[in-house]
């Protein structure tokens, strides 16, 4: 658990995507984005108030939060003067980057000395248990995906958004890095030991309100022969209630696999049913979420129309309408 | 790479069934066991020389394996005295206790200062890489449960062993630690990396020639909700041209999990083969093998009989009869 709010480090960004992870901070959660800290040269702009240490400090920030990443993830020199001023002014640190704060022998001192915490998101803090299968009370969705990176963790956000502004109760459930720094909590799944990857996801959502939903990130595609294993365990750790689809349609082969076809949705669907019966015999998909950000804005609407008509269930792309639909199938069920 | 052959320590064994580690080696690579070292009170009997260290060493052993396990899976004190005095001589120690060897300063520190070799095959010890799903060379088998424990690295090593006998290249590739302690080398997949896994069984079953097959030991079950990612990951990884469907009949619910029943075989067969056909458009199911030890001999005709019927495929139990139908039907594809 990362103490919230957040002072966003975007350090010498060289460009604004390589601050994706604190803009998806600063869209999801502006209630943890205290301020953003740019140095010299740093090309990345949140719109967040430019904050030194002592005034994000005074203004209650608690965690300064590595959102940016440069070339090969590794914690530039240039940095660690921050950082370590950062930890002696009373902040925690917090990182997803390959090259781990406490592989940093600096860091790791000034952070004992000073009794703070560092956490690195990819890196499992958690014994989790075996999972035991058993039927938790209250209700999960999880969102599937023809490929890998299609917008699951943007499905889930936007769905956990919109229902919360209805008056649902629920709660997004992070199962990668940048969810878990958005949330300041969850499962780096692709960094958890085999056996217990299920237990994790039964950990992450546990019994809850009957009508209270877990939102939960998805990882990878049961297509994708990397990292399916990964998949399965989260839909049958998350025993779904419900399913979202994801794809991106103008993919021309799976990421990373050249030899690998997308599949279709038709496809997904009849894949993933029969496995998520298994966890939860009452499970239903109850919407597609389609990635539209390389078509046009007449054709996505037909893309998803068509859509719509072949899977007989509502198709929408949360980023460029919202995800209002799939938050009322969810109601509906 | 554990180096061959062992010294087969059985230490104060209560039973014959906690040197079942050993029972495997011994039954199916006979040639890796030198001999067993007993202490006193050891209830367990492989049949094969009692030894001490230095007549274990002068027979060209290299290894003292552990192949006991007692309550707990602990390192027991009383067995100390002996695992020094193995490294003393000039041994390496292998174990597949959840008490690693390498937790236990004294064995350390005596290895260290022998220059001996500590292998805990829980562990992983390989770097593994990100699966690229790109077609291999050879040709690969799995065994695939529907459900834990029925019977899936038996099947293997008997199919290996009939494969051999009929002159077919073809090599059993352990992924448990039983199965690594047997052959001296595997992938302990359940303690992998979840990102890897699939990576770890690519690494496994590399390229080979065009008319040798890889027998690669199953795990859990697409069923299993605690290990469903695990098996997905080998079926994934291990590209299957021909799959074995393993079953055990008398079970009333899966492993662990109470709640859950046991698929049947068309259960089983419906499932993996769309989840197969993703890494390997031409995966056949091959045959069943049928662990039919809580049936007497004229109701295990009779039920692999109508099994064979039903699936349309040979259904042998490899223990009672061979694995011999299940290889003529590998050298027939």
């Known amino acids: 658990m990362i103490k919230t709010p957040y002072l966003l480090f975007l ?14 901070i600063k869209d999801w959660r502006p209630e ?9 040269g740093c090309k990345a ?4 108030t430019d904050m030194t240490l002592e005034e994000a400090k005074a203004a209650g920030a608690k965690t300064l939060v590595v959102g940016v990443a440069n070339r090969g993830g590794i914690i530039s020199p240039a940095w660690k003067k921050v950082l370590v001023a950062a930890l002696e002014e009373g902040f925690d640190l917090a990182s997803g980057l390959h090259n781990l704060l406490r592989e940093e022998a600096d860091l790791v001192a000034v952070a004992e000395a000073c009794g703070r915490e560092l956490h690195d998101v990819r890196v499992p803090e958690v014994d989790y248990p075996i999972a035991n299968g058993k039927k938790r009370t209250g209700k999960r969705v999880l969102a599937v995906g ?3 990176s299609v917008g699951k963790m943007y499905t889930a956000l936007a769905l956990d958004e919109a229902m919360r502004r209805k008056g649902m109760k629920s709660t997004f459930r992070a199962t990668g890095q940048t969810g878990i720094l958005i949330t300041g909590n969850g499962v780096p799944l692709d960094a958890v030991v085999a056996d217990f990857m299920a237990g994790a996801v039964e950990w992450l959502t546990p019994d809850n309100d009957a009508d209270h939903w877990d939102i939960i ?9 990397s990292y399916s294993g990964v998949t399965l365990a989260l839909i049958h750790g998350g025993q779904a209630d419900a399913l979202v689809l994801c794809h991106e349609p103008t993919r021309t082969h799976l990421r990373g696999l050249p ?17 998520a019966q298994v966890a939860n015999a009452d499970v239903k998909i109850v919407g597609i979420s389609v990635n539209t950000q390389h078509m046009g804005e007449a054709e996505a609407e037909a893309y998803l129309a068509a859509v719509e008509a072949e899977m007989g269930l509502p198709a929408v792309d949360p980023y ?8 009322d199938a969810l109601a509906a069920l």
């Open 11 to 24: 350090g010498d960004a060289p460009d604004q995507l390589a601050a994706k992870v604190a803009q998806g």
């Open 32 to 40: 943890n984005a205290v301020g953003q800290f740019r140095m010299e």
């Open 45 to 48: 702009d949140l719109g967040l």
């Open 146 to 148: 023809t490929d890998c």
């Open 217 to 225: 990130e998805g990882q990878g595609s049961l297509f994708h022969v």
């Open 259 to 275: 030899e690998y076809s997308v599949p279709t949705l038709q496809q997904l669907r009849d894949m993933v049913l029969p496995l």
């Open 320 to 327: 460029r309408h919202s995800a209002d639909r799939l938050a």
